[in-house]
């Protein structure tokens, strides 16, 4: 069974640095793309960036590139995603997903998400 | 303002037909396939429509999806009140070379 399993909530003050993780299980790890997007709070659906865990390639979005950073370790079959400075804009619910198969393609797999919540 | 353009709200009462609507433009849906996803209260995102019309496995036949020209519609028969939930609208744009979303539709079963 494929399963993307996210770090849990996470409270932060303005200016700080996270890095939120996303493990995949139950399929080729280094075979799919991951990716990831943001929903603040009572908003939709935005689409960061995504990453091919193999060999790092990555793609971001116009609008969160120098924004944030996305990594993988797949070593240990995970996704990051991380900001240097967080701003209290940051504060929202992060999924990974992973799509069918190419960039273009829709994420049949999601996490459960991560909520992050960033205030002084 | 997202690049996709939904309906902020639809309504209808169990049992019938609704249809929602995401209009977009020539370098999106006009060029690729268009996904439809189900968002429940409290839950990440689920698929239930790709390449336009296709439905995974899992998905009632109930849902349906459309695409003609800059937009894309999905449909939902039969509706029952587990039906009410957040509707998004995703593509690639080629343009931007990025997937974009619609802003979502939230669907009130009455």
């Known amino acids: 069974e494929v399963q993307l399993v996210q770090s849990g909530a996470e409270v932060k003050k303005p200016g700080e640095s996270l890095n939120i993780s996303c493990k995949g299980s139950?399929?080729?790890?280094?075979?799919?793309?991951i990716g990831w997007v943001r929903q603040m709070p009572g908003k939709g659906l935005e689409w960061m960036g995504i990453?091919?865990?193999?060999?790092?390639?990555?793609k971001y979005s116009p609008s969160f590139q120098g924004q944030v950073t996305i990594s993988a370790d797949k070593s240990i079959s995970t996704a990051y995603l991380q900001w240097s400075s967080l701003k209290a804009s940051d504060t929202a619910m992060y999924y990974c997903?992973?799509?069918?198969?190419?960039?273009?393609?829709?994420?049949?797999?999601w996490g459960q998400g991560t909520l992050v919540t960033v205030s002084s | 303002q997202s690049v996709l353009t939904q309906p902020p709200s639809v309504s209808a009462a169990p049992g019938q037909k609704v249809t929602i609507s995401c209009s977009g433009s020539?370098?999106?849906?006009?060029?690729?396939?268009v996904s439809w996803y189900q968002q429940l209260p409290g839950t990440a995102p689920k698929l239930l429509i790709y390449e336009n019309n296709k439905r995974p496995s899992g998905i009632p036949d109930r849902f349906s999806g459309s695409r003609s020209g800059t937009s894309a519609t999905l449909g939902i028969t039969g509706l029952q009140t587990g039906d009410e939930a957040d509707y998004y609208c995703?593509?690639?744009?080629?343009?931007?070379?990025?997937?974009?979303f619609g802003g979502g539709t939230k669907l009130t079963v009455l």
């Open positions: 990453i091919y865990p193999d060999d790092s390639n990555i």
């Open positions: 995703g593509t690639w744009d080629s343009g931007l070379s990025a997937v974009v």
């Open positions: 020539s370098s999106n849906i006009g060029n690729n396939y």
């Open positions: 139950g399929y080729s790890f280094t075979s799919y793309w």
């Open positions: 997903a992973r799509p069918v198969s190419t960039v273009t393609t829709p994420f049949d797999y």
